[in-house]
C-alpha cells in the first residue's frame, strides 16, 4: 500500500511540475504567434516564469463575495482539483501500480462529476457573470460527452476492454488513427470541447463575461481551477495518444507525441476565433453523433462478419 502512494505521489508531483512548464510552454507559443517574445526575464530564458506566478498566486489575499455561499464557493476549487488528481490514477502504469480494468468508465465517470465542479463555482460565486459561465460549460460538457463516450466505444470495439493498458498491446502492429482517421478529428474537437479551450471556451469568454465561472476567485482558489484546467489538457492529451497514436509508455516517442498534442491545443487557441454557440451545439448533435454512430455500425457489422468467418 505504500508503494502504491509513494509512486501516485510522484505521479502527482511530476503532472503539477509539468503544468507549470505547459503554461511557459502556452506563453512562449502564443507569444511567437503574435510576433512577440513571451515570458523571457525570470531565470533563463523564463523558466522560473511559472514558479514565480504561482508563488504570486497561492500568496496573495484571498477575496471572498460578501453574498456568496461561502462553504461551496470554497470547496468547489478543490473539488475540481480532486476529481483532475483521481484521472492521473488511470496512467498506464507497467508495473501495476494501479490496474484499471475499467479505465475509460472511471474517466467517463470523473468528467461526468466535473461539471459540478465548473456549475458550483458559478452558482456560489452569486455573481450574474459567474452563473452564466458555469451554465454554458454545464451544457457544452454534457453535449459533448456524448459524442465522446460514442468514439470511445468506436475503439474499445477493437479490444476488448476498458483498460488503458490493452491499448498498448493492440496498436504494437498498428496504430488506430490510419482506419479510424474522421473520428480522430471528432476526438480532438471533442477534447478542445471538454477541457473549455479556444474556440469552445464559452466558459471563459474574457469579451462577454469578464471571466466566466471563476470571475470571483483570486489567490488559491483560482489557482486551484488553473491547476485543474491544465491537469484535464495533459490527461486529454495523454489519453488521444494512447486511444489513436499507440501507446508504448517506456518509449521517448509517447512523450513526443503528447507534447505535440499539447501544442496543437495552444496552437488553436492562438489562430481560431472564438465559435458561435449555436453553431458549437449542432457541430457535437447533427455532425459528432451521426458520424460516430455510423462508425460504430460499421465497426460492429465487420467485427460480427469477422466472428462469423471464424
Known sequence: MMVFLLSYLVT???ILVSV???TLFERKV???IQLRKGPNKVGYMGLLQPFSDGL????KAQTV?????????????????VLSFLMWGLYPFLINVFNFNYGFLFFMCCTGLGVYGV???GWSSNSNYALLGG???VAQTISYEVSMALIMICLIIFTFSFSLLDFMTYQSGVWFIFFSFPLFFCWLSSCLAETNRAPFDFAEGESELVSGFNVEYSSGGFAFIFLSEYMNIIFMSMLTVIMFLGCDVWSIMFYMKLSIIIFWFIWVRGTLPRFRYDKLMYLTWKLFLPLALNYLILYSMLLSLMLLGD
Open 20 to 22: 507549470a512548464f505547459v
Open 119 to 121: 456549475l458550483m463555482s
Open 65 to 81: 463575495p460578501y453574498k456568496s455561499n461561502y462553504l461551496i464557493y470554497y470547496l468547489s476549487p478543490v473539488f475540481m482539483m
Open 30 to 32: 502564443l507569444g511567437y
Open 56 to 59: 504570486k498566486l497561492f500568496f
Open 135 to 137: 451554465l454554458r460549460s
Open 12 to 14: 502527482l508531483v511530476c
